[in-house]
Each structure stands twice: as C-alpha cells, then as structure tokens.
DNA sequence: ACTTGCCGGTATAGTAATACCGGCCTATCC
DNA sequence: GGATAGGCCGGTATTACTATACCGGCAAGT
C-alpha cells in the first residue's frame, strides 16, 4: 500500500483550518499576509478555501506567525475541538 | 516557477523536529508510538531520522498528542527557538 | 471602463506517506 | 557459541498531495 488519499474527516479539519486563518486576516490583504508568512498568495488563497486540505507544518506555524494566532488554537481547530471557532462562524 | 525545493534551513528545522520528537519517545516502541499517533512505523521513522524534513501539520499534531508534547514546543523547535531542546541535546 | 480582490480550473516539480528489502546490533535462548 | 528475535537503519519504489504559477471570470468599488 502507499499513501492513501485523504479521508474526509482530513479534508473537514482542513476546511476549518481554512476558515480560521480566512477569519483571523479580518480583512488584510490576502498577498501581504502571505508575503509575511514567506508563502504564495495562491497557497495561502487555496489552504483558506479548503482546496490544500492539509498544508505542511512549517506553512501552518508561519501563518500563524504572520497572523497572530496562537499554534494551540490552530492545533484545536484542526483537531474540531475548538471552541472559539464554533462562536464566530 | 513551481514548487522550489526545501531550503537547507527548513531541512534543519526538521532535524530538530525529529530530534525532539525521538527524545520524547524515550524508549516507547517506535511502532506503538506511531499506531497511537495514527501514521505508519515507516513514516515515523523517517520523520524522527530527518528524512521527511517537512512533514504535514495532521502529522505533527497527532504525533504530539500521542507523546504529550505541548504544540508550543514542537513549533518553538521547528522555528529553532526552543531553549528547552537544547539542554536536552 | 478600470482597478482590486477573490474565485475555480489547469499544469507541473518536488515532496509526503507508505511499503518492502537486506543489513547491523544487542540481547536472549537453546 | 551459534541460532533467533527485537529494534533500528539506509536504499528503493510508488502514489497522492503540496506549493507554485498562469488564466479567464466575476463582483464591488472608484
């Protein structure tokens, strides 16, 4: 067997992953973010749609740099027990 | 321009990962550790060794809950900022 | 109309995740 | 002490996915 695709409770954690990065932005320009997290506008276009479901490490902890957001919420958002997200969608 | 190839500085960020997360194992099994975080002996392994410099952001995650490592510190050492490691090492 | 900003589709190099192999130690057990 | 087993390692192969780029389109604001 070799790498099996992704399940949908990945693709989901990935959606909401998305949706809190989209929602911390608050309106800042989507290329400026990604410029300061040292990544692509289209990446990080594409990991706030949902269509990069699971990014890698590194992009994920430097969003969060970039974005003020704390790794133990994106942590809890990925794995759906955050609590905060659920308040603000 | 696609997809360039990891800089040497994000293939030591995942040294250090690895580094952290095979102290942290600390005589565990390594395929008991990697059944309980939900990936493959294999890929652990490599993830521990510094072969897979840049592992997913689910990776990491379940990694850490599997080896009760704080998610703070497993960002902290991939920034290499972790001071913690260091006297471990 | 023109700009700004986001979107989905498409294409592509490089990587993640997995699996299998043989080898190398270090114990442990006839 | 030679066989046997447990655990790690590097090499190799394969598939799905990431990260990036370019395109045309669409809506809102100027």
């Known amino acids: 067997m070799v790498r099996q695709p992704l399940t949908p409770e990945q693709i989901e954690a990935g959606r909401r992953l998305g949706a809190l990065l989209r929602h911390a932005r608050a309106g800042r320009d ?7 997290a040292g ?5 990080l276009r594409k990991i ?4 990069l479901p699971s990014p890698g490490f590194g ?3 430097c969003l969060g740099e ?11 958002t990925w794995r759906g027990s955050d609590l905060s997200l659920e308040a603000v969608l």
């Open 30 to 36: 989507l290329a400026e973010v990604a410029h300061a």
């Open 59 to 61: 992009t994920i902890i």
């Open 66 to 76: 970039a974005l003020n957001l704390p790794v133990q919420e994106l942590a809890a």
């Open 39 to 43: 990544i692509s506008p289209e990446t």
């Open 48 to 51: 706030e749609t949902g269509r």
